[in-house]
């Protein structure tokens, strides 16, 4: 039986083959586009985590520096946050060897490793004892490093940064990259130098014992929604001016969503080719009906009902459509991973858009091969033979 069905799917080995490769066309388009939108917006998401999107800001209504170190303390105590700093932010001057550049001064706690994500390349970050000490010390963007000295480790340097209206000198404890070390190489024109300063040196330099904002991370990124609500709670039972809780973290999952979206649209689109797939798929049956008109006359000579020609002409569209439906998604799924590893980034796909292409694909083969499949129990065996 399985060997006839075989027989009658490759009666024609050339034509099968470009049937069953007009449908991998379709289906691979479909998988590597997925794919490709999948591991795309992952790689948005990380970066979004690495500039400090996945936070939480703590800002007075009006912008002044009413923020104080009780309320990140109480900040701190509150169920879910997993840590809370002090921010302060000024955009400024950089003055380095032959070279000045505007830059974004930024006040920190040690805490900015973690809600911020930065991480020191050379050196070290801001500390707790740079903090006590109201330190002159501060770390670096590594494209500060590269702009002025041609190289990344420049610890130990020197930089004057003019900050409460005075240029004063920092030393240079560490080179540091962040999500936003990527954007600044290509637009730095638009995207200044950042500078990461103890946040009591700069309210020493002010002349201010408050901040601007107050940077949280949570402890479960998915429970965004109630924390924003409890943090806002308790900064109106601490506070009679207002308060804006400004939850990034939501933001990025809107844009995380808007991308599922782009990507499931290119999906579709790609989907399309399968309908003038199925179109070959009909072609190539209806060539075969015509070619096997013997056959089936054969066959309801000896009494095979229409059922029967009906089911075996179905279930060679069907197989054909699917043989090509699988080598499509098989050969998408692994040329997107082998891209992945050649740019080293990690693979992720979208087994759901495929799944429900691959069923797509097989009603499509089902519903291209139901016309030539009842041409072919509508014949007459005499007429048939005759052929």
Not at 59 to 66: E, F, K, L, N, P
Not at 161 to 190: H, K, P, R, T
Request: contains cysteine; proline residues 2%.
């Amino acid at each position: 039986m399985i060997k006839q069905f075989l027989s009658g799917l490759f009666i024609n080995k050339g034509r099968a083959a470009l049937t069953i490769s007009s449908i991998a066309v379709g289906i691979f388009a479909v998988a590597v586009i997925s794919a490709v939108g999948r591991t795309g917006t992952d790689i948005i998401s990380r970066s979004l985590d690495d500039m400090g999107i996945n936070s939480i800001l703590v800002q007075t209504g009006d912008g002044s520096a009413t923020l104080s170190s009780d309320d990140v303390a109480a900040l701190n105590s509150l169920d879910g946050i997993a840590n809370a700093m002090p921010l302060m932010s000024s955009v400024t001057q950089c003055e380095l060897p032959q070279q000045s550049m505007t830059c974004i001064a930024w006040g920190v706690s040690r805490s900015a490793g973690d809600i911020i994500s930065l991480k020191a390349l050379h050196g070290r970050l801001i500390n707790d004892s740079d903090i006590a000490q109201n330190a002159r010390v501060c770390a670096v963007d590594k494209e500060i490093a590269l702009q002025t000295y041609g190289r990344t480790n420049i610890v130990g340097k020197t930089v004057d940064i003019n900050i409460g209206g005075g240029v004063q000198s920092f030393e240079i404890i560490g080179v540091v990259s962040s999500g936003l070390s990527a954007v600044q190489s290509v637009i730095n024109d638009v995207v200044p130098y950042f500078v990461y300063l103890p946040y009591t040196t700069v309210q020493e330099l002010c002349g201010t014992s408050d901040f601007d904002t107050i940077a949280l991370r949570l402890e479960d990124t998915d429970n965004g929604t109630n924390a924003v609500s409890d943090i806002e709670l308790l900064m109106k039972r601490r506070r009679d001016d207002e308060i804006e809780v400004n939850n990034l973290l939501s933001q990025k999952q809107q844009l995380d969503g808007i991308l599922s979206t782009v990507t499931v649209a290119l999906s579709l689109i790609a989907g399309i080719s399968l309908i003038v797939s199925g179109l070959s798929v009909m072609n190539a049956m209806l060539v075969s009906v015509s070619e096997r008109r013997r056959e089936i006359g054969i066959k309801k000579a000896l009494g095979a009902p229409n059922y029967r020609i009906v089911t075996r002409f179905l279930a060679e569209s069907t197989a054909l459509t699917l043989i090509g439906s699988i080598i499509g998604a098989v050969s998408g799924v692994l040329v997107t991973y082998l891209g992945c590893v050649y740019f080293g980034e990690p693979f992720s796909w979208e087994p759901s858009i495929l799944l429900f292409a691959l069923c797509v694909s097989a009603v499509i083969g089902m519903l291209s091969g139901s016309y030539p499949a009842y041409k072919a129990a509508g014949m007459k065996p005499v007429d048939a033979l005759k052929e």
